[in-house]
C-alpha cells in the first residue's frame, strides 16, 4: 500500500477533480508544495461523501459514504486509517463537515487543506441583492419578482415554502420532498 493517505472531503465536482489528478500521480514530490509532506512513496486517495445523493458520480480513488459521527468520529477514523493529509473540498454551504475537519484534524496532528471555490464576484451590469441568510432571500422575493428559479438545493427550500403568489422553478439534484415552495 502506498505511504501517503489523503482523505478528501468531497461531494463537489472539484473534490471529483482533485481524487482524479492526486490518482495519477506518482511523484510525491509534486504535492509538497500543497501539503508539505516528503519522502513519502506513492499516495493513496480516499473521497468521503455525505450519503445524500442516491446515485452519486464517484471519484477516482477509493471511496466511502456516510457521516463519522461527529468531529470526534472523524478524528477517530483519521487515526485508524492512518491518514496522512485531510482535504476539506466539500461545498461552500457545508458548514457543519468543515468545522469537523478543522476540529478533527487539529486533534490528531494532521495537516488540513481547504479547498475554496472563489465566490462570485459582480461584473458590469450585475444587479446583486445580498441576503444574510435563506429567510433574509425569501423576505426579499416578492418585491423583486414573480418567477423565482432557485437553486439553494432541496435543504433550504423550506425557507420559501410561505410564498404562495410566486412561481418557482426549482434546482435539485434529488427530488425534493416538503414543504416545498
Ligand atoms: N450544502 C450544499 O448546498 C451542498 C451542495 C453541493 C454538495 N454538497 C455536499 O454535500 C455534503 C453534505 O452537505 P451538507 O450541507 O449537508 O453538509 P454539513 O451540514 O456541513 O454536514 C452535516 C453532516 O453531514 C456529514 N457530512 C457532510 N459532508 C460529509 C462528507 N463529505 N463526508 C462524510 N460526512 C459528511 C457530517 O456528519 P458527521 O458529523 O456524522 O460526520 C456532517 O456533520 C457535503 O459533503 C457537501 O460537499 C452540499
Do not use: K, N
Not at 455525505?50 to 487515526?79: K, N, Y
Not at 466539500?90 to 481547504?114: K, Q, R
Not at 435563506?134 to 416578492?142: G, K, S
Amino acid at each position: 500500500m502506498p505511504g501517503t493517505h489523503i482523505l478528501i472531503l468531497g461531494g463537489t465536482a472539484e473534490a471529483r477533480q482533485l481524487a482524479a489528478e492526486l490518482t495519477e500521480l506518482t511523484e510525491p514530490t509534486e504535492l509538497t508544495g500543497l501539503t508539505g509532506l516528503t519522502g513519502l512513496g506513492g499516495f493513496r486517495v480516499t473521497t468521503s461523501l455525505a450519503g445524500r445523493v442516491s446515485q452519486p458520480r464517484l471519484p477516482a480513488g477509493e471511496v466511502r459514504i456516510g457521516g463519522f459521527g461527529g468531529p470526534e468520529g472523524l478524528a477517530r477514523w483519521l487515526r485508524e486509517q492512518s491518514v496522512d493529509a485531510v482535504v476539506d473540498a466539500t461545498h461552500p454551504f457545508a458548514a457543519a463537515i468543515s468545522a469537523g475537519a478543522a476540529y478533527a484534524a487539529a486533534a490528531v496532528g494532521v495537516p488540513l487543506c481547504a479547498l475554496r471555490r472563489p465566490g462570485w464576484s459582480a461584473g458590469p451590469g450585475d444587479c446583486w441583492y445580498p441576503a444574510a441568510s435563506l429567510a433574509d432571500a425569501a423576505a426579499q422575493l416578492p418585491a423583486l419578482g414573480r418567477r423565482i428559479f432557485l437553486t439553494t438545493g432541496r435543504l433550504g427550500l423550506a425557507a420559501f415554502a410561505d410564498l404562495g403568489q410566486l412561481r418557482f422553478l426549482v434546482r435539485s439534484v434529488e427530488p425534493p420532498e416538503p414543504p416545498l415552495p
